[in-house]
């Protein structure tokens, strides 16, 4: 006969609620941390047409500036050979102010479109993202309630056969269709 000084089936029955509370534990803080990276893939997916257009405009100030830089030295070239005239120190002095105060004005605009982007990039972490799955799992509850309503309201028109019924239904009809359009006609004008 055992003695129940030796009897562990309590604790191993224990033992494996445990495991099982710790293994659904790892299981939603790996579907947390997919849902977080995904959110995060999206932002950075939405984030790149605008880092690839700050990058397009800075490209573009760089071979302005280029080319302005080429054309004062053209310029000097033309002036020293057209021109038997030397410029003193005080001019070249001058000259190289105003090319540097061209650059900055170079500096300031990238700096701007840096903060405008980094702006931007706040902005859109304050968005709540949603995965495809739950999006058209809302628009299919949508449309199974939207149903629904159909159903009851034309039983409830062929039951009661009610004029006022009717006229609620129309005016009800009216509304959504101008709601929808506006919100087509505001999408349309938007992007």
Same mark, same amino acid.
């Given at each position: 006969?055992?003695?129940?000084?030796?009897?562990?089936?309590?604790?191993?029955?224990?033992?494996?609620?445990?495991?099982?509370?710790?293994?659904? *534990?790892?299981?939603?803080?790996?579907? !947390?941390?997919?849902? /977080?990276?995904?959110?995060?893939?999206?932002? %950075?997916?939405? $984030?790149?047409?605008?880092?690839?257009?700050?990058?397009?405009?800075?490209?573009?100030?760089?071979?302005?500036?280029?080319?302005?830089?080429?054309?004062?030295?053209?310029l000097l070239?033309?002036?020293?050979?057209?021109?038997?005239?030397?410029?003193?120190?005080?001019?070249?002095?001058?000259?190289?102010?105003?090319?540097?105060?061209?650059?900055?004005?170079?500096?300031?605009?990238?700096?701007?479109?840096?903060? *405008?982007?980094?702006?931007?990039?706040? !902005?859109?972490?304050? /968005?709540?993202?949603?995965?495809?799955?739950? %999006?058209?799992? $809302?628009?299919?509850l949508l449309?199974?309630?939207?149903?629904?309503?159909?159903?009851?309201?034309?039983?409830?028109?062929?039951?009661?056969?009610?004029?006022?019924?009717?006229?609620?239904?129309?005016?009800?009809?009216?509304?959504?269709?101008?709601?929808?359009?506006?919100?087509?006609?505001?999408?349309?004008?938007?992007?």
């Open positions: 006969m055992a003695s129940k000084k030796f009897d562990y089936s309590n604790d191993m029955v224990q033992d494996n609620g445990a495991q099982d509370e710790s293994e659904s *534990r790892e299981i939603l803080r790996c579907q !947390r941390l997919e849902q /977080r990276n995904n959110a995060l893939a999206n932002e %950075f997916h939405d $984030l790149k047409p605008e880092i690839g257009r700050a990058y397009n405009c800075l490209c573009n100030l760089v071979e302005q500036s280029g080319a302005l830089a080429g054309t004062m030295l053209n070239d033309l002036l020293k050979t057209a021109l038997p005239v030397r410029l003193t120190d005080a001019d070249k002095k001058a000259l190289q102010d105003e090319l540097h105060s061209i650059a900055d004005d170079a500096v300031l605009k990238i700096r701007k479109e840096r903060e *405008r982007v980094e702006i931007d990039i706040r !902005r859109n972490s304050n /968005r709540i993202s949603l995965t495809p799955v739950t %999006f058209w799992g $809302l628009v299919a449309i199974i309630l939207s149903t629904f309503f159909a159903i009851v309201v034309f039983a409830n028109v062929k039951m009661f056969h009610s004029g006022i019924l009717t006229e609620i239904i129309v005016i009800y009809s009216v509304l959504i269709v101008l709601t929808l359009t506006a919100i087509a006609f505001t999408f349309y004008y938007r992007h």
